[in-house]
């Protein structure tokens, strides 16, 4: 072999090696690439599950907060619950529930056990005469109560990530029967 084509090889050896070198670089830059999009995936992911979290506490105060059969539920207020998430406080928002009343349901005194102490309130009379029947059973007339069902919303959002979360959650209450559902 002549010295001129052993130059020529490795100058054709030097040309490839020098593009499977920035072949293997855009490799590797893809690669830290991808994984620094996983990683910010990952993080607002978590993000919004701590969010998401946040919202279901403050729900879960409101509900809390609820005394039956004395509190009437159309009358709680809107208000900012704080609630801390691992490392993180959030203040939760919670709409007011005056109009979120979904539907009301009477209940029937023969649904009602008079041997429970949540159930007593709930007989139409004090005299139990005009509840239990002659044949030991209970009457089907409405009740003093009834069932009502609700939606709580809360919405927050996280300043540092612009992660934002708005929950609903659907309760149900016995309340007296002269409780409106607006």
């Known amino acids: 072999m002549s010295t001129s084509s052993r130059r020529r090889q490795r100058g054709a050896t030097l040309l490839i090696g020098m593009i499977m070198l920035v072949v293997l670089t855009l490799l590797v830059l893809f690669a830290i690439r991808s994984g620094n999009t996983n990683l910010r995936i990952a993080g ?13 506490q403050a729900i879960e105060q409101v509900i809390e907060q609820i005394k039956l059969p004395t509190t009437d539920i159309s009358q709680i207020k809107a208000q ?8 993180t406080t959030y203040n939760v928002a919670v709409k007011a529930m ?33 509840v239990i ?11 003093a109560c009834k069932t009502q069902q609700w939606e709580i919303e809360a919405g ?9 979360v708005s929950q609903v959650q659907g ?11 607006l």
């Open 44 to 56: 607002n992911m978590q993000t919004q599950a701590e969010v998401g979290a946040a919202a279901q």
């Open 80 to 87: 900012t619950v704080t609630v801390p998430v691992g490392n």
């Open 98 to 130: 005056g109009n979120k009343c979904l539907m009301e349901i009477p209940v029937l005194n023969s649904a009602l056990n008079p041997s429970n102490a949540n159930d007593v309130p709930c007989f139409e009379s004090p005299d139990e005469d005009k």
């Open 133 to 143: 029947l002659s044949d030991n059973t209970l009457s089907s007339k409405p009740s």
């Open 156 to 164: 927050v959002t996280d300043t540092a990530t612009g992660a934002n």
């Open 171 to 181: 309760i149900t209450v016995r309340v007296p029967a002269t409780t409106t559902c």
